[in-house]
């Protein structure tokens, strides 16, 4: 027994109690608890990507992409010339949704749409462009992740603004019919003369598509417009009423 600066005797230290063991219960209790809280950060940081990162990749995609195309108009002085259906046909404006200029391309798989564009359909139905004289331009884009370009859809209203810029042209449509939930399998509101919306006869419309609920892909939200008017794109190409 060692001594103290006092002279005095330290007591001898109390004996160490051995730790009860784990038993097989505790053990696994333990086990499954730590494998719930490596699947939460696992799941969270998914979320995070799916829902943030992917809106970030698909923004820079989508602007490198955006002026490529208005690149490619400044370095032509021909007029309209041939559509390039590659790179992108326009860009879609729709104030109410404030998700800034959309991208337009041709189709609406998601190698197309994962790049933060909208894209017009090829198939089940085909779209018409909005240069014809009659027809149904059908667009569909992501509600949520890869650039969430029609996140927004919900708070077009009747009489909102929805606005094609082509090189040459502005399209100014009106929003005249929503569809809050219908079946991802109705491919009746793509038609030329899209009955559903209350249209009896040939026109020139807007159809805008994506998925419902939010976070889900489970239906699909529509929206409907009729073309109001025509404008030609002046040399400082100043935008419509509608976007000013």
């Known amino acids: 027994m060692a001594a103290t600066d006092q002279g005095e005797r330290t007591p001898p230290s109390a004996p160490e109690r051995p730790r009860a063991a784990r038993g097989p219960i505790a053990t696994a209790v333990m086990v499954f608890g730590e494998l719930l809280i490596t699947a939460g950060?696992?799941?969270?940081?998914?979320?995070?990507?799916?829902?943030?990162?992917?809106?970030?990749?698909?923004?820079?995609?989508?602007?490198?992409?955006?002026?490529?195309?208005?690149?490619?108009?400044?370095?032509?002085?021909?007029?309209?010339?041939?559509?390039?259906?590659?790179?992108?046909?326009?860009?879609?404006?729709?104030?109410?949704?404030?998700?800034?200029?959309?991208?337009?391309?041709?189709?609406?798989?998601?190698?197309?749409?994962?790049?933060?564009?909208?894209?017009?359909?090829?198939?089940?139905?085909?779209?018409?462009?909005?240069?014809?004289?009659?027809?149904?331009?059908?667009?569909?884009?992501?509600?949520?992740?890869?650039?969430?370009?029609?996140?927004?859809?919900?708070?077009?209203?009747?009489?909102?603004?929805?606005?094609?810029?082509?090189?040459?042209?502005?399209?100014?449509?009106?929003v005249y019919k929503t569809l809050p939930e219908t079946s991802k399998y109705n491919v009746d509101v793509l038609n030329a003369v899209p009955k559903e919306s209350g249209v009896k006869k040939p026109g020139r419309y807007i159809t805008l598509t994506t998925c419902t609920p939010v976070y889900t892909s489970k239906y699909r939200f529509i929206v409907w417009g009729e073309l109001e008017r025509v404008e030609k794109v002046d040399a400082r190409r100043t935008p419509p009423k509608e976007l000013r």
Do not use: C
């Open 41 to 174: 950060l696992v799941l969270g940081l998914f979320v995070v990507y799916s829902l943030w990162w992917t809106n970030v990749l698909a923004d820079r995609e989508a602007q490198k992409q955006g002026d490529a195309v208005r690149n490619d108009w400044a370095g032509r002085d021909d007029g309209p010339g041939e559509l390039n259906t590659k790179d992108g046909i326009g860009f879609l404006h729709v104030p109410a949704m404030k998700n800034g200029e959309v991208l337009v391309k041709k189709g609406t798989d998601l190698k197309t749409l994962n790049n933060g564009v909208a894209g017009y359909y090829t198939d089940p139905v085909k779209s018409a462009l909005p240069e014809d004289e009659k027809g149904n331009f059908t667009l569909a884009a992501h509600r949520d992740g890869h650039g969430a370009k029609f996140h927004n859809i919900d708070k077009l209203d009747e009489g909102d603004a929805i606005v094609f810029e082509s090189k040459d042209r502005w399209y100014v449509y009106k």
